[in-house]
């Protein structure tokens, strides 16, 4: 998503403005942003970073979460999946934080491992080739703010090590000097894996798991806090709209459906890109089913009654997977296998046709799922 480069610029940024407090208002207002940062102003690149707008009661308990957690030192640790908000939580954080310095963001995946030292300490004139000028690593630029070190769990071991050693010393050491530079960071981290998964599997430090993950905070993703969903999507239609210097349109009841009922695999980006585009093919008037462009596979741009049959499935395994029952590639199967011979009247090659698939596999099936008796022979 950003490097250096861009961690570089949200450091300036936000450096003009200084702590401008982000205002909470009360739940009311149904479709409204809730919550407003400080507005980023003309290097803004995108929309990012300029409202958050919540609803759901997770949301909600979330920010409260917030609220007790951002005046303190305490690192955050944010988990979620992609394109849940976590650099724009992280941001707010910051902003709620009462720290002077700058909003930092690098991204862990995306540097080369020979520049690491330089990256996260910074280097002096000539330390080696190519460093003609000074130059503050990540900590140094975050002097007083906050580091915001996103996709951690894509960090290499090696530097992994490097990271850990600055938290326990609070101090770096910029590669060419032997000056030890003192630092006052507040360090937010944020992960799309699962970072215990990954400690177990020996791709991440177990001692840098247990130093970052102090105050952790869990960013549901959009499916499951269906309360954002309309809001956000007023809010993208009216930032867009703004910018392309028309009147937000009306979202009309069935796109309403259609965006309640989608499950999100892409999550708030996902959802803002989507609106962005119907805005486009829109015209001038409301926003209509047809507009709505999903991404995934999922065609529809209809209500879930009135998906195809296969879409609404996919809709409803996308829910299963979320909380997954025990053994579910079984129970799916004799789901399916013992619907299949019923509506074929217990006719076994009926159902092999049904399903497309040799009789053998559905005799396999049958007994497998103790449909018909092991030694029985079928004549059907
Ligand atoms: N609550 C919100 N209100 C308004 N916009 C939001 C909200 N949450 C996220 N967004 C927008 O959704 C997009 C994705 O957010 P963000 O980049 O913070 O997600 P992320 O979880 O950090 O993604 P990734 O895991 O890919 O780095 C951004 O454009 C952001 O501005």
């Not at 708030?268 to 001038?284: K, T």
């Not at 399903?355 to 596999?361: E, I, P």
């Amino acid at each position: 998503m950003h490097g250096s480069s861009e961690g570089q610029r949200s450091a300036d940024w936000n450096a003009p403005h200084g702590r401008q407090a982000a205002s909470l208002s009360p739940a009311g207002g149904q479709h409204q942003p809730v919550l407003t940062l400080p507005d980023s102003g003309a290097q803004a690149l995108s929309i990012r970073a300029k409202a958050l707008a919540f609803s759901d009661p997770l949301s909600y308990r979330l920010l409260t979460q917030v609220e007790r957690i951002a005046p303190s030192e305490a690192t955050v640790l944010v988990m979620g999946e992609t394109g849940t908000g976590k650099e724009l939580l992280a941001r707010h954080i910051h902003d709620r934080s009462g720290r002077e310095g700058p909003f930092v963001a690098i991204n862990c995946g995306a540097f080369s491992e020979s520049l690491v030292d330089a990256e996260l300490f910074g280097h002096e004139a000539g330390a080696f080739t190519g460093a003609r000028a000074p130059r503050a690593g990540w900590f140094e630029a975050a002097d007083r703010g906050t580091l915001f070190l996103d996709e951690i769990g894509d960090m290499p071991l090696p530097m992994q090590v490097k990271l850990l050693r600055v938290l326990q010393e609070r101090q770096v050491v910029r590669v060419g000097s032997r000056q030890p530079i003192h630092i006052d960071v507040r360090l937010i981290a944020a992960t799309n894996v699962d970072l215990e998964r990954a400690v177990a599997a020996g791709r991440f430090r177990h001692d840098l798991y247990y130093r970052l993950n102090i105050a952790r905070l869990d960013l549901p993703p959009l499916r499951q806090r269906v309360g954002d969903i309309l809001p956000l999507a007023t809010h993208f239609l009216g930032s867009y709209a703004q910018r392309l210097g028309r009147p937000p349109p009306i979202l009309s009841p069935t796109a309403q459906r259609a965006l309640m009922a989608h499950p999100w695999p892409g999550n708030i980006r996902e959802l803002e890109n989507v609106i962005h585009f119907a805005l486009l093919v829109s015209d001038d008037g409301p926003i209509l089913p047809e507009h709505l462009k999903f991404a995934g596979g999922f065609p529809a741009i209809r209500p879930e009654a009135e998906l195809a049959p296969i879409d609404a499935i996919a809709l409803q395994l996308a829910r299963l997977f979320d909380a997954p029952a025990e053994r579910l590639m079984e129970r799916l199967e004799a789901l399916i296998i013992e619907r299949a011979y019923t509506h074929s009247h217990f006719n076994q090659v009926r159902t092999a046709q049904l399903l497309g698939v040799t009789r053998n596999v559905v005799r396999t099936l049958l007994k497998r799922h103790g449909l018909v008796d092991s030694d029985r022979q079928d004549a059907g």
